[in-house]
């Protein structure tokens, strides 16, 4: 009896375990993931060490949206088109791999260029408010000093760039045209963003799109290592936790 009881715990216990996993597989691949931040190209709407649920609803589903990219999903299903200014999470085109997150500036048909810093849509320049100035460190505690703006988009989206001066190497581009069924992506940190302005990302197909950036909830600012658990208070960015994504 022992020996059948203890099999029978343990069947038991395997099927918990299996179902969770589903369960988890499930919510992930159909409502929300996690995701980190691990670069500074979203400066200032999204940090180095900010942790964001992106929703997987919001733009339909493709193979991407499935755990390891599983060719499951033809296209694009219960598509929903993403509107200008959304912060988004899509696969690197070059590879349909890597996860990358930026601001969707430039819907298919749009003409998008940068002119001495300034972003033109379709022949108009969009209007950018300067809001003073912008200061973060490096890793080696140098202050780095940029400009803020708001930054207003056609249909009356504003957010938040930052810029270091107006002569950086993508700040005068060629004039892209967003062919159909993609997008033209770019970082909040103008300046130091690999976006749809250089050729190794280019233009990102929506078949390529994860879902919408929605909300932080946990942020920290690196000065606490795993194991320094007395300093985990002091790193957290308490401020941030539970903020929206604009």
């Known amino acids: ?52 649920f992106v929703s997987k609803m919001s733009y339909g589903y493709s193979r991407y949206s499935l755990p390891f990219g599983m060719p499951l999903v033809k296209g694009r299903v219960f598509y929903t088109e993403p509107k200008r200014g959304d ?32 972003l033109y849509i379709n022949g108009n320049m969009i209007d950018r408010r300067e809001e003073g100035e912008y200061v973060m460190r490096d890793p080696s505690g140098k202050a780095l000093r940029f400009t803020k703006y708001t930054e207003t988009l056609p249909e009356g989206v504003t957010h938040p760039i930052i810029e270091m001066s107006d002569e950086a190497p993508f700040d005068n581009t060629e004039e892209f045209t967003v062919p159909e069924d993609h997008f033209f992506m770019m970082g909040d940190n103008r300046d130091n963003s690999l976006d749809s302005r250089s050729i190794k990302v280019g233009f990102v197909p929506k078949v390529n799109l994860v879902g919408r950036a929605k909300f932080l909830f946990f942020s920290n600012d690196g000065t606490a290592a795993w194991w320094q658990v007395w300093k985990w208070p002091m790193a957290v960015r308490w401020s941030r936790l539970f903020n929206g994504i604009k």
């Open 1 to 52: 009896m022992e020996d059948k009881n203890a099999q029978g715990g343990f069947w038991e216990t395997t099927k918990t375990v299996v179902y969770a996993v589903l369960i988890a597989l499930l919510v992930r691949t159909v409502w929300a993931e996690p995701f980190s931040i691990p670069s500074g190209s979203m400066i200032p709407t999204l940090l180095i060490g900010d942790y964001l």
């Open 87 to 118: 912060v988004l999470v899509f696969k690197m085109p070059s590879d349909n791999k890597t996860d990358y997150i930026k601001r969707l500036i430039g819907l298919p048909g749009d003409k998008i260029q940068v002119k001495d810093g300034r």
